[in-house]
């Protein structure tokens, strides 16, 4: 067995409960948003938690939804967006919020995404912020989703490093200002990649669904599965892997794919 195969990876998509997902077929006919989760873990072992950054996290809103999952099943949650996206109310007392409200989840816990706007380059101002916010959140496994290249730097992460946060492996378009797509590993116990689409005419659009419209095709996903994702795991622990490319369902499908290639590279 290869170093890399040693490595466990686990799929899922980001975000669980969206209902054109019954239309799709991913679930069944009638299919009412309550009982997605439970049907979603019969399929992938993992999802990434959107609704977190939508709304402050809740404590009785996690623990219910922890009911509804087998134990074993795990989550990534992503950081609210008051504290990313819409700084503009106290970052101390929202950051407490949250903290307070994810803790139920700490068992279940593979990361907590902190997922940065494109806007937000590597200044003075800004690199301040994310040491203090990183700082805060210390005592959680991070993982950090930059959209700016400006962060693309080495000296970026020797800081992860030293703070064994892991840099998130983003899979989309080729923009001049967006930060690339690296197999760089600033933390040995974990890395975690997005797969966003490569629908480019759809992110230059800012429609939402345009954007992550997109369906990966296998000979892709082979590809992607021998280059980075080898790279990722022969120098990880454990690796996440969320798809992103929500639009009619093409997330599960393609997380599904991506399964079924790691199977038969190890049967």
């Given at each position: 067995?290869?170093?890399?195969?040693?490595c466990?990876v686990?799929i899922?998509?980001?975000?669980?409960?969206?209902?054109?997902?019954v239309?799709?077929?991913?679930?069944?006919?009638?299919?009412?948003?309550?009982?997605?989760?439970?049907?979603?873990a019969?399929?992938f072992?993992?999802?990434?938690?959107?609704?977190?950054w939508?709304?402050m996290?809740?404590?009785e809103?996690?623990?219910r939804?922890?009911?509804?999952?087998p134990?074993?099943?795990?989550?990534?949650?992503?950081?609210?967006?008051?504290?990313?996206?819409?700084?503009?109310?106290d970052?101390?007392?929202?950051?407490?919020?949250?903290?307070?409200?994810?803790?139920?989840?700490?068992?279940?816990?593979a990361?907590?995404?902190?997922?940065l706007?494109?806007?937000?380059?590597?200044s003075?101002?800004?690199?301040?912020?994310?040491?203090?916010?990183?700082?805060?959140?210390?005592?959680?496994?991070l993982?950090?989703?930059f959209?700016?290249?400006?962060w693309?730097?080495?000296?970026?992460f020797?800081e992860?490093e030293e703070?064994?946060?892991?840099?998130?492996t983003?899979?989309a378009p080729?923009?001049?200002?967006l930060?690339?797509?690296?197999d760089?590993?600033?933390?040995?116990?974990?890395?975690f990649?997005?797969?966003?689409?490569?629908?480019?005419q759809?992110w230059?659009?800012?429609?939402?669904?345009?954007?992550?419209?997109y369906s990966?095709?296998?000979?892709?996903?082979?590809?992607?599965?021998q280059?980075?994702?080898?790279?990722?795991?022969?120098r990880?622990?454990?690796?996440?892997?969320?798809?992103?490319?929500?639009?009619?369902?093409q997330?599960?499908?393609?997380?599904?794919?991506?399964?079924?290639?790691l199977?038969?590279e190890?049967?």
């Amino acid at each position: 067995m290869t170093d890399s195969m040693r490595c466990p990876v686990f799929i899922g998509t980001s975000g669980y409960s969206y209902t054109e997902w019954v239309d799709s077929g991913f679930y069944p006919p009638g299919t009412r948003t309550p009982g997605m989760l439970s049907l979603y873990a019969d399929v992938f072992p993992i999802v990434e938690l959107n609704y977190t950054w939508y709304q402050m996290v809740r404590a009785e809103a996690i623990s219910r939804l922890i009911a509804s999952a087998p134990k074993s099943f795990l989550f990534a949650a992503k950081l609210t967006r008051t504290l990313t996206h819409e700084r503009d109310r106290d970052w101390k007392h929202e950051l407490k919020l949250y903290r307070e409200g994810i803790r139920p989840l700490e068992k279940q816990l593979a990361a907590i995404l902190v997922q940065l706007p494109p806007g937000f380059n590597r200044s003075v101002q800004n690199r301040y912020y994310l040491a203090h916010l990183l700082d805060g959140l210390h005592g959680f496994p991070l993982a950090v989703e930059f959209r700016h290249i400006s962060w693309a730097r080495d000296s970026v992460f020797r800081e992860l490093e030293e703070r064994r946060i892991t840099l998130v492996t983003v899979d989309a378009p080729s923009m001049p200002t967006l930060f690339p797509c690296l197999d760089v590993v600033t933390n040995p116990d974990l890395f975690f990649v997005r797969f966003h689409g490569r629908n480019l005419q759809g992110w230059q659009s800012g429609n939402i669904q345009k954007k992550f419209d997109y369906s990966y095709s296998r000979e892709e996903l082979a590809q992607w599965n021998q280059g980075v994702l080898k790279s990722l795991r022969s120098r990880s622990g454990k690796g996440l892997i969320f798809f992103n490319n929500h639009v009619r369902a093409q997330a599960p499908d393609n997380g599904k794919l991506l399964q079924s290639i790691l199977e038969k590279e190890q049967a």
